[in-house]
């Protein structure tokens, strides 16, 4: 489904089934949240009821090339999650990327895992897996950051991540149900990354 964010200066398409976490807490302007509305952990072709997705605006990290800047920004996330240090997570996948309406500014996707502190959980107990697109739009100087949050606390899956980070892509992941759920939300980053855009440049300040 087409969703408008920041009050409609940009649009893009969501699954199914998510809400707008404005409606029950407070959300910085420059970031979107969206939740799961059901309580879905069985089907791994829609989104779990833990998975969240958030978008933020963020002004261009000029002090670090366009191939560092997605690894700065994870550190960032990474302190934001409670890791004071920025730097406790592993790296699964990463790529640049080809956004439909944003073809000539510098892409990148990223897969990276790390404890799930911010959930006040016992860090050995759950991990978060964070899939990360950034789109840095040169027009109006503008760090664009998509984020898939799954967090990952049953025990199989748990023990299905742990083989999934030393196999590579495609190798023995059939029944991996880490791998479904990661899969399910690099799709769901996927179809952001085609379908985003911007409907009103005035949201960057722009006359």
């Not at 964010?5 to 649009?11: A, D, I, K, N």
């Not at 989104?47 to 002090?63: F, G, M």
């Not at 956004?99 to 911010?118: E, G, M, R």
């Not at 899956?157 to 196999?167: M, Q």
Request: aromatic share 8%; glycine share 6%; proline share 3%.
């Amino acid at each position: 489904m087409q969703i408008e964010l920041y009050g409609g200066g940009m649009t893009v398409e969501l699954p199914e089934g998510v809400i707008d976490a404005s409606e029950f807490r407070e959300i910085p302007d420059t970031q979107e949240v969206y939740v799961t509305a059901s309580n879905n952990t069985e089907d791994y072709n829609s989104p779990n009821k833990e998975d969240s997705i958030i978008t933020d605006l963020l002004q261009k990290v000029e002090s670090v090339s366009n191939d560092e800047a997605i690894l700065f920004h994870l550190n960032e996330i990474a302190k934001l999650n409670g890791d004071e240090e920025g730097k406790n997570w592993k790296l699964l996948f990463e790529s640049k990327v080809h956004p439909t309406n944003f073809s000539t500014d510098p892409s990148y996707l990223s897969i990276a895992v790390q404890p799930a502190k911010k959930w006040g959980r016992d860090k050995d107990s759950t991990v978060l897996v964070l899939i990360i697109c950034l789109i840095r739009i040169e027009r109006v100087q503008t760090d664009f950051l998509i984020t898939y949050n799954i967090p990952i606390s049953s025990q199989q899956e748990l023990e299905d991540l742990k083989k999934l980070e030393n196999l590579q892509d495609g190798d023995g992941t059939v029944g991996n149900l880490a791998y479904k759920r990661i899969k399910y939300g690099q799709k769901v980053v996927d179809k952001m990354i085609e379908t985003v855009k911007v409907i009103h440049w005035d949201l960057f300040g722009e006359q």
